[in-house]
């Protein structure tokens, strides 16, 4: 069965830290993989959206990174603000089967204190 | 309008009652899609239309699901004799073309139902 698990399911960091969420998914063939981050009460925005052939791919404080071979993904946020609270979802596309089938993680809530 | 657009943001709706949850993509995307997020969870497809044609409606859950796109823009979602375990939140999503290259989907707010 195709799955995207994420890690940790929550996450508190100070102000001004780095962190690093992990995602693994089953889904093969693979596509693509976006990191979408959800604020409370709103739908999700895209942050960065990978092919299989490409490794990493920033967007301002946010470096994803894509291991195709491993099926692992990472979302690094640097210099954490207080903004960046929400949940942050990894979402894989297969190939084949319905265009509108992407595969969701439960996402990780990171909350950043002052 | 700028971006996808929901309504209503919030319904309550009683156990048996009919709703209709209404999706404005934005203007001249092809894809919408709609997804159920239940609290703490990521969001699970229901269905998906390019242009008018609905072309997956595999993640429908049971038959009281019903969804629409008749002129190929504004979409519906009906759910029908609602149970408890139909609240959540229903997030709508268009997307310029077909997605299945790395073509972005944009999320509206979501409608929150909660079914008592």
């Known amino acids: 069965k195709n799955q995207v698990e994420q890690s940790p399911q929550s996450l508190i960091i100070l102000e001004g830290k780095n962190c690093t969420l992990q995602c693994n998914y089953t889904v093969s063939p693979f596509s693509n993989l976006r990191w979408y981050k959800q604020d409370t009460g709103r739908g999700p925005v895209s942050l960065t959206i990978m092919t299989f052939s490409e490794n990493t791919k920033s967007n301002g404080r946010y470096t994803a990174t894509l291991d195709a071979d491993t099926k692992q993904s990472s979302l690094h946020i640097t210099a954490s603000q207080l903004s960046d609270s929400a949940s942050y979802i990894c979402?894989?596309?297969?190939?084949?089967?319905?265009?509108?089938?992407?595969?969701f993680g439960k996402g990780t809530k990171l909350s950043v204190k002052p | 309008g700028a971006g996808v657009s929901q309504s209503p943001r919030y319904k309550v709706a009683k156990r048996g009652q009919d709703v209709a949850l209404r999706c404005d993509p934005i203007s001249g995307h092809v894809s919408l899609f709609w997804y159920q997020q239940a609290l703490g969870q990521g969001p699970e497809f229901l269905t998906y239309?390019?242009?008018?044609?609905?072309?997956?409606k595999s993640g429908l859950p049971s038959d009281r699901f019903f969804a629409e796109r008749p002129e190929g823009s504004v979409s519906t979602l009906k759910i029908q004799r609602t149970q408890q375990e139909d609240s959540a939140v229903y997030l709508c999503a268009s997307s310029l073309a077909r997605i299945l290259g790395p073509n972005e989907q944009f999320f509206g707010p979501g409608t929150r139902l909660t079914v008592l």
């Open positions: 979402v894989v596309r297969g190939l084949g089967g319905s265009q509108g089938n992407l595969i």
């Open positions: 239309f390019q242009n008018e044609a609905q072309l997956d």
